[in-house]
């Protein structure tokens, strides 16, 4: 049990350190200082779009996205109880399997500019959207 708690314990110790000082309310206040900016310093700042849609009203739309996953190892714990009885020891072992999946991670930005080439909207989906 202690070692199925410990293993708990250093998964969420390691899963802090993937994302570090990265947050999502960070995140969205640096989306928001790109309105009213031109979308020329972003493709400058941000490199080229991965896709590019047309709004509803006519405005551009540029779509910046990124994917990953990381597989999480499975692993097994036994831990075994004994007990002396006379001179015969008896014993029973447990088995705890955990792990043996993939967490994945996304985050597609959705930049909205019109023909003034100036910012208008900056969206964002997706699990994975931190700075």
């Known amino acids: 049990m202690i070692g199925v708690i410990m293993r708990k314990v250093f998964l969420i110790f390691g899963f802090m350190l993937l994302v570090g000082?990265?947050?999502?309310?960070?995140?969205?206040?640096?989306?928001?200082?790109?309105?009213?900016?031109?979308?020329?310093?972003?493709?400058?700042?941000?490199?080229?779009?991965?896709?590019?849609?047309?709004?509803?009203?006519?405005?551009r739309v540029y779509v910046y996205s990124s994917s990953g996953s990381y597989n999480v190892p499975q692993t097994t714990t036994?831990?075994?109880?004994?007990?002396?009885?006379?001179?015969?020891i008896y014993s029973n072992t447990y088995a705890t399997t955990d792990?043996?999946?993939?967490?994945?991670?996304?985050?597609?930005?959705?930049?909205e500019f019109g023909a003034d080439k100036i910012i208008k909207n900056v969206t964002w989906r997706g699990n994975n959207c931190v700075a």
């Open 21 to 59: 000082c990265q947050s999502a309310a960070q995140f969205e206040r640096n989306m928001l200082t790109w309105r009213g900016q031109s979308i020329d310093a972003m493709v400058q700042q941000w490199g080229y779009p991965q896709g590019e849609l047309t709004s509803p009203d006519g405005n």
């Open 78 to 88: 036994y831990n075994t109880t004994s007990n002396l009885i006379g001179n015969t």
């Open 99 to 111: 792990g043996g999946y993939t967490l994945h991670f996304s985050c597609s930005v959705y930049v």
